[in-house]
């Protein structure tokens, strides 16, 4: 018969240092409402917003907020509701995925994340389809300018 036998030392680490336990914390400041929060690395906007208490549907320049907190997908990126623009720190977010590209170049059903989208096509993002992965800035309810030059253009 033959023999198996197995050092298992061979297989565990020399020590604990191979095992990382240092989690990144980044910081996301809510220029608005002038409050930072720190969060995991890969943490979801609109959950850790939400967490924090920050309001991300503030409706239309304003108007609306009362029924866009009840009335929106609750993450699914659909709605459009949710929409920040990332005022600094854009690159440690995810890339746009096709779900919040869809959004914001389709104007049916709704028009009004399309038209948030001109102009700020760098740094608007929908909360609920960005992750972060470093220190950022956001602004909630970003104005939507009618009339501004680039909408028009």
Not at 42 to 71: D, H, M, P, S, T
Request: aromatic residues 10%; negative net charge; hydrophobic residues 40%.
């Amino acid at each position: 018969m033959v023999d198996f036998m197995v050092d298992c030392g061979s297989f565990l680490p020399e020590s604990p240092a191979h095992f990382s336990t240092e989690l990144t914390m980044p910081i996301v400041k809510f220029t608005r409402e002038n409050k930072e929060i720190e969060v995991l690395e890969g943490a979801n906007l609109r959950q850790e917003a939400l967490k924090a208490g920050i309001n991300l549907y503030q409706g239309v320049n304003g108007w609306g907020a009362g029924l866009n907190k009840f009335l929106n997908c609750f993450g699914w990126g659909s709605c459009g509701t949710c929409r920040v623009r990332i005022a600094k720190g854009i690159e440690n977010t995810n890339s746009m995925g096709w779900m919040e590209k869809a959004k914001f170049n389709v104007p049916i059903p709704d028009p009004v994340p399309c038209m948030a989208f001109i102009g700020n096509e760098e740094t608007m993002r929908l909360a609920c389809k960005t992750t972060i992965h470093g220190n950022v800035e956001v602004e909630t309810g970003p104005e939507l300018n009618l009339f501004g030059e680039n909408f028009f253009s």
